[in-house]
Structures are given as C-alpha cells and as structure tokens.
C-alpha cells in the first residue's frame, strides 16, 4: 500500500515513502534543504565523463511481473555515452540468462547507478528507457544525483563476455549451497528498489544503489530470508523510502569465483533500531528480504578481480 501524504511539497524530488523515513528519522527538514540542488533533471559533466569511461555499470528494472531485479552491463570503457546532458546510451547488450531479459521495455522506468571501484567515485540516475535493441538501451534522464564514497572497497574488476552457448542459468526459489557460499563470503552487492506507483512523478520509479560491509555483513537465516545492516549514508533514504512505499527489490552479487552472477528478488522489510539487539553502534537499522527467486548465472561473464583496499570505514569496525 503507499502511503498518503497531503503535505508533501510540489517541488519535493522525492516521494512519500522516502519523506516518511526522513520523517520519522528526525531529518526531513533538514535534506529539503539541501536535497533539490543535489537532485537535478540533467546529468553534471562531472557526471557524464564518470559514466563514459566505466567498464560496468548497475541498473535496476523490471521483469514482466512487475518484480525487481538488479543487473550489470559491461563492455570496454567508453560503452556507455551521453549525447547530451538528459540522455544515456548502453551501448551493450545484457548478459545470456539475465532475469532482465523480458523487461526493461520503452517507457518503463529503471535505475541507473555508476561506480568507478578504483576511485570509489559513484554517482546515479533515475529515468525512462527511451530505446532499447538487443545492443543498446537508451535512458532519458529524470533524476541525476552524486553518492558519497562510503563503504566502497577499492578494487580492479575486469569483466569479458562469455560464450552464449556455456552459460548454465540456475533458477531456484530459495538459496542454493553455491549461492550461500557467495553471499556468506561477500563484501559489496547491489540492489534495486522500487515505488508502488509508476508515473510521470520523476520521483516514482527505481533506484539502484551499492551495498558494502566486510565478509559476513549479511545474515543468511534460512533458504528464504537474509538481512543485512543499513549503515549512516546520505540521509535521503531512497532505497528504505521505496521498501516503506512497496518492498520489492533485486540483488545482485558478483561471483568471482565461479565467473557468475547471482541474482535475487524478493520483497524487502525495514527493522527498525528500537527493534534491533545485538549488533554493532555502527548498524543503524536491519534490511529483512524474503527471497521470491533466484538465478545463478555460471558462465555468462569471466572476471579478474583484485582488492586493493577496503573502505576506510571499516577500520573503525575492527576490520
């Protein structure tokens, strides 16, 4: 159900479940301060040259259903280009097996997240898909935004396009024992939200941000159910505003091991801190996701990989 509320601005760039997590968490006053000069319709050029030079980027969408799922696409660098400041080109098909492969039809909304992992440096963008063919997806611009570097590990990732024909797409409705190991020995994923009503409102639609913590940051309690902690970021709450106004969402997790991607999407839930025990003063809320399906991806990317360093915010962790 989405929430009503009757006094949220004209101008607000954000929706009423974004505004009631920043409600309830004491900072709603304070990001509309700040939020609709950081919020923007255009991309920045400092944007726009980030976005063109990266190797990968992440993006959220949705299946025929209406379900969420992230995703990369990858190419050299330069793959993706921006004819103009409200325009974004992938120049790049989606990977053999991608539970993407149905959606992100023209006019649907999607996320849009860039990180260059040696510089920590990530911004994002919220639109429309404009065009799309099976080597170019095309995105109009509705909101463009910067991300601090929190929580990012430094790292070189290589990504090449594997043989079609090798792919072996694993779809399960719960975690199998490769996808534990993946997920148990994680440090960074992705994931992809979205609000319960799609329309012309630049503030409905997806989001897809970055998740990092160290090896064992996310909680396996069963085939059907993770959680993993929400940490300070930049106050504006859009993932948690859309698990408030909807609760579905997509993860996705890079498998170095197995040149894989891991695949989820379920429906997500906030625990709150006056709910949580246990856990470290860093760990600001639990994130609870209840697994609708899976989809292991063995063989449709190889990559090479290097940690470099871990985020410096986790020093004061013990890691």
Known sequence: MTIKDTNVPATTPFHNGELMVQDKLGVKEVVAKYAPRMIRSFMLDQHRELF??????????LDKFGNVWATIMAGSSGFVTTPDETQLLVNAG????????????????????????????????NGRVSAKSEEQLGIHVEQSFGNCPQYIQKREIGMTRGDPEAVN????????????????TADTFFI????????DDASTGLDVSHRGGLPGFIEILDDNTIRFPDYAGNRIYNTLGNIVDDGRV?????DYDNDALLYISGTAKVIWDNEISG?????????????????????????????????????RFGG
Do not use: W, Y
């Open 52 to 61: 063109e030079k990266l190797p990968f980027v992440v993006l959220g969408g």
């Open 94 to 125: 989606l990977f053999t097996g991608d539970p993407l492969e149905d959606g992100l039809l023209t006019d649907s909304k999607v996320g849009f997240l860039g990180l260059e992992t040696t510089t920590r440096r990530r911004n994002r963008m």
């Open 169 to 184: 797409c694993v779809r399960t409705e719960a975690l199998t024992a490769s996808a534990r190991q993946v997920i148990e």
């Open 192 to 199: 992809a939200s979205r609000t319960h009503e799609m329309n």
């Open 250 to 254: 997509g993860l996705v997790f890079i």
């Open 279 to 315: 856990h470290s003063p860093e760990v600001e809320r639990i994130v609870e996701l209840k697994i609708r399906e899976t989809v292991h991806n063995f063989g449709a990317v190889h990559f090479s990989e290097q940690l470099i360093e871990r985020s410096p915010v986790f020093r």
